[in-house]
């Protein structure tokens, strides 16, 4: 079973990707701001890091770049999902290492599929 990094500070966005991503066999574990995501990610190892950008203590380019800095949690692969719909706001998420950029508004069943692709499932 795949595990997923839900990071999100809206409570009600974290129990949507979760609730999605559960319902459809994956393991998800949650944090709810940049720090916590770090911590998270170093002690759990997930296959892969679904993180929305505006968060309290780290946003999440901040927190993808530390991610990307220490060895032990490079190799995660990390998601960028947020409203942030910009080029310059994607381009942004990708030079701190994330793999590609989720926009929200998203539908559960676009983000099952996109996550179920990168995973190769």
Do not use: W
Request: glycine share 6%; proline share 6%.
């Amino acid at each position: 079973m795949k595990r997923i990094l839900a990071v999100d500070d809206e409570p009600h966005i974290l129990r949507l990707v979760s609730f999605s991503l559960r319902a459809h066999g994956f393991d998800v574990l949650e944090a709810s701001d940049g720090l916590s995501a770090i911590a998270v990610a170093g002690a759990e190892q997930p296959d892969l890091i679904l993180m929305d950008v505006m968060m309290p203590l780290l946003n999440g380019y901040e927190a993808c770049q530390r991610l990307k800095d220490d060895p032990k949690t490079s190799s995660i692969p990390v998601v960028m999902l947020s409203a942030k719909s910009q080029a310059s706001e994607q381009a942004e998420g990708i030079r701190a290492g994330a793999l590609c950029y989720i926009t929200k508004p998203f539908t559960p069943k676009e983000l099952v599929r996109q996550v179920g692709e990168l995973l190769g499932e």
